[in-house]
């Protein structure tokens, strides 16, 4: 059958869809939600960043249902995002308050709480263990001897703080003079997914689009940056992985102008990566002196994606300094090519029928052929000629 | 389920409206009929939160506004009770005027005739941020006669529209630098509107 | 979220209607981009940005125009959607899948029918009438892109009226092939302001465009711009005095299924027989066929 045909075309998609199905099905093993909510975690972590939408158990099954690819799962959740009423806003996050699994800093040795490796594959070695083909369900006296990541860890280990009161590495920096300390911005965010990117972008809307960027895309621009096709050189100050907490304002008062005391709902909490680098930074002073300080790269995303967030705090720093030697300071060529769905999009467009476009081309070739050499407009052209 | 036909489907209705509201903006002049809908957005729970509003405008209000349209209402709320009302069942309360993309305009002639230029033009860059005028008529059939010609108009015409010369001055004075420019949308008691969109040159009918 | 009543269906599509809103989207959504069309319409050929959702039919694939099309419908609208002037390409049909389960809309192949016509790459062969309303999917609704990477800078060139880069690239065409090269999405001017990508609809439609009795609207997903021509509009396409605009020329052919000629045609060439030519709109072909 033709790719498009005067009649058919319906039954053809019904059937290829069918096959796909099938590929699914077939080998009668089927995949249970929960099982992919258990063993694939990571990859659950990773599709919500890129969805931008916290739901373990709804990313799960976009997992299953895309037959485990990354770009069709994250397609499927954030076309379902696109369904739902946006109707609050959370207050501000402080991530300070993070109950912390994981916590380290390349930047110092030692840090207030210590440096708590918590569960990272980064120093495992990338053996495969072939023992894995015969696991089977944990035994129940197994499951018990497993570390519970409930469990506080013994108090002296963190310097008798709490997990969620860990400070921020950066604050011994801002104490010491050497990493400005600024006011609260309390702006409201400028939500990407409620209104177009318009240039030139604020960190805000710069930030949401790479905590949302694929993750191929973004750790690909931070590792060009790092190689040389950019200017920045940070050091991470603090890689954490941990819960958060998110609250939502209560209603708003119905009597009279004067804002009461609202309550606060905590309305649940999510698990995110959060890295701040520091970068040295030259600055000029009005007298023409020049003295080094430092900036903050800021990166976060839903769940643990360490390698793109501490690409995506490199990239933020890269376009706190447009630089028109390098693409990776370009706003425009980074947060426009970043989305995962816009660029698999486009590019798989390219397999949607052009005929038309294509006449046209063809038209303009023959005809510029038949200026060079009239003669040559007598051959048969076009595909399947002998 | 029973389904209210009386009650204002927040689906269908507002679809409806907003369609009329297409091809009045593709037509200007023409005039397109929201009654139905708008006697459906007068429901005593909506009159009730907010007073005095006349229901061809509370159906425009429920088609148009959210808590991403910053919205105005002239003559301004003064009550902040109502404004809480119109949070509620808007999800934004009204701005001030210069903020605003949708101005609401409740007063008669002749103190509608400042508010066409004192709205937001856009700029250049962004046109499309210009207001758009929403003026409440006793009818958008009656008045003086105007030729309206431009985009959407096949040849230039006449007919009868509720405004007054020095409201006509101010508004093409508004619209005098296109792109930039507002739009305005006439809104009568019978829930009948028109659409003069900023690229109809708008003229007194010489007689 | 109140459910339209529907007609009796399949119990697969009415649970699909039952998941979500009439047409998709959620409400905030459609005012959204309601409101970003009727900007459109006060400001021919000027690209209003707006959030553009997602939809679950792939970026570059319509979402633009879908996004207009399901914003506009209503239960009583006919919807016809075609791809490359077909009726039956497998993306039309993948597109009209999705409208109807999620509204239940009618769905018709006659563009006369019709009262939303969604198109990628054509405009139909039937002259539109002013209570229908045409939808076109665009991929670059920027016409100085090829001229001018970056954005910010094209809207600029928009602001001050800049369009050197567009008259440049027909300028270069022309030093190099004698000819105006390009074939589909040959820049407009519209009502003498704004220059505007009309879509790769080939330049036999371009002249569609001008004073047309329907309204025109264009919808850009990926790079998030939905545009306008109003009805009756003048919109000219970009040439010189002395290398006039050259729409392609179909006089001389003949479709092998319905005899006429001077319709957008599709070459036929199977290797077998010598090479054939077909209407591309395949709606109006049926009709003139009688079938």
């Known amino acids: 059958m033709a790719y498009v045909a005067v009649k058919g075309g319906k039954q053809a998609i019904d059937a290829s869809q069918e096959f796909l199905l099938s590929k699914r099905l077939k080998s009668g093993v089927l995949l249970d939600v929960q099982q992919v909510r258990a063993g694939l975690r990571v990859l659950i972590d990773q599709v919500m960043a890129e969805a931008s939408m916290y739901d373990e158990q709804l990313a799960a099954l976009a997992i299953k249902q895309a037959e485990g690819s990354p770009e069709e799962a994250v397609f499927l959740l954030r076309a379902y995002r696109s369904t739902l009423q946006r109707k609050y806003e959370s207050e501000v996050v402080d991530t300070g308050k993070m109950r912390v699994e994981r916590r380290i800093s390349a930047a110092f040795k030692d840090i207030p709480g210590g440096q ?48 969620d009161q860990l400070p921020k590495v950066v604050e011994y920096l801002r104490d010491q003079g050497l990493l400005a300390r600024f006011e609260n911005n309390d702006t409201a965010p400028s939500d990407v997914t409620k209104k177009n990117l318009e240039f030139p972008s604020n960190r805000s809307q710069r930030l949401q689009i790479m905590a949302r960027g694929q993750t191929g895309a973004v750790t690909s621009l931070g590792y060009a940056s790092l190689r040389g096709y950019g200017a920045v050189h940070p050091t991470v100050a603090e890689l954490r992985v941990g819960d958060v907490p998110v609250y939502v304002a209560g209603p708003p008062p119905m009597d009279g102008d004067a804002i009461d005391e609202q309550g606060s709902y905590y309305i649940g909490e999510f698990r995110a990566t959060e890295v701040e680098s520091l970068v040295p930074v030259n600055k000029i002073e009005a007298d023409g002196k020049q003295s080094l300080s430092f900036e903050l790269g800021y990166g976060l995303s839903y769940g643990q994606n360490e390698t793109k967030t501490i690409a995506m705090s490199l990239l933020d720093q890269c376009l706190e300094h447009p630089n028109e030697k390098f693409a990776t300071h370009d706003e425009e060529f980074v947060l426009l090519h970043i989305d995962s769905v816009e660029s698999s999009g486009f590019i798989s467009h390219l397999k949607l029928p052009h005929y038309v476009t294509f006449q046209s081309k063809l038209v303009a070739v023959r005809a510029s052929r038949q200026q060079e050499s009239p003669s040559n407009a007598q051959k048969k052209t076009g595909p399947g000629a002998p | 389920m029973t389904v209210d036909s009386q009650a204002f489907d927040y689906v269908h209705d507002t679809q409806a409206v907003f369609r009329e509201l297409l091809t009045a903006f593709s037509f200007p002049g023409r005039i397109v009929d929201i009654g139905e809908q708008s006697k459906k957005a007068a429901q005593p729970a909506l009159m009730h939160a907010l007073p005095g509003t006349p229901a061809v405008i509370l159906a425009l209000l ?14 301004e709320i003064k009550l902040s009770g109502a404004k809480a009302a119109f949070a509620t069942v808007l999800g934004a309360a009204p701005v001030s005027l210069d903020k605003a993309s949708f101005v609401f305009c409740l007063d008669d002639l002749p103190q509608q005739e400042s508010v066409p230029e004192a709205l937001s033009r856009g700029d250049l860059t962004d046109p499309h941020s210009g207001a758009t005028l929403i003026q409440y008529v006793p009818s958008v059939e009656t008045g003086m006669v105007f030729s309206i010609e431009g985009p959407g108009l096949e040849q230039a015409r006449q007919q009868k529209f509720p405004l007054s010369p020095a409201w006509l001055a101010s508004r093409n004075r508004a619209v005098e630098e296109f792109p930039m420019g507002i739009d305005v949308i006439l809104a009568d008691a019978e829930g009948k509107l028109l659409v003069l969109p900023r690229t109809t040159k708008m003229t007194q009918a010489v007689v | 979220m109140i459910k339209s009543s529907s007609s009796p269906k399949s119990h697969s599509s009415q649970l699909q209607s039952r998941q979500y809103n009439f047409a998709y989207f959620d409400e905030g959504s459609k005012k959204e981009i309601r409101r970003a069309i009727l900007k459109a319409i006060a400001i021919p050929g000027y690209q209003v940005p707006f959030a553009s959702r997602e939809m679950p039919i792939a970026r570059g694939w319509g979402t633009g125009g879908l996004q207009i099309t399901l914003s506009l419908l209503g239960k009583a609208d006919i919807v016809k959607v075609i791809d490359q002037g077909a009726d039956d390409s497998v993306n039309a049909v993948s597109i009209k899948a999705l409208i109807n389960k999620t509204s239940l809309v009618q769905i018709t192949e006659s563009t006369a029918e019709a009262s939303l016509i969604q198109s990628r790459h054509r405009i139909p062969e039937l002259p539109l009438r002013e209570d229908q309303i045409m939808i076109l999917q665009v991929p670059t609704p920027e016409p100085l892109r090829w001229y001018e990477a970056s954005e910010f800078k094209t809207k600029r060139l928009h602001a001050e009226s800049d369009y050197t880069g567009a008259w440049l690239m027909l300028f270069e065409d022309i030093m190099k092939y004698g000819k105006v090269a390009g074939g589909a999405d040959h820049p407009v001017l519209v009502k003498g302001r704004y220059v505007m990508a009309p879509s790769p609809i080939p330049k036999y439609d371009n002249p569609k465009m001008n004073q047309s009795s329907a309204l025109i609207l264009l919808g850009a997903g990926r790079e998030k711009k939905i545009y306008a021509v109003p009805p009756y509009t003048k919109v000219k396409s970009l040439d010189f005095d002395d290398y006039p605009f050259e729409p392609e020329n179909f006089d001389d052919k003949n479709c092998c299924k319905c005899g006429r000629s001077s319709v957008f045609m599709d070459e036929l060439n199977d290797g077998i027989g010598p090479v054939r030519w077909q209407c591309n709109d395949t709606g109006s072909c049926r009709e003139a066929q009688g079938v």
């Open chain 1, 116 to 163: 708590i490796l918590g569960a990272s594959p980064d120093y495992t070695h990338r053996l495969l263990d072939f023992d894995l083909f015969n696991e089977k369900q944990a035994e129940p006296s197994q499951a018990r001897s497993l570390p519970d990541d409930s469990m506080p860890l013994k108090e002296d280990q963190s310097g008798h703080l709490g997990f």
């Open chain 2, 62 to 75: 429920l088609t148009l506004i959210d808590q991403e349209s910053p919205y105005s209402l002239v003559p």
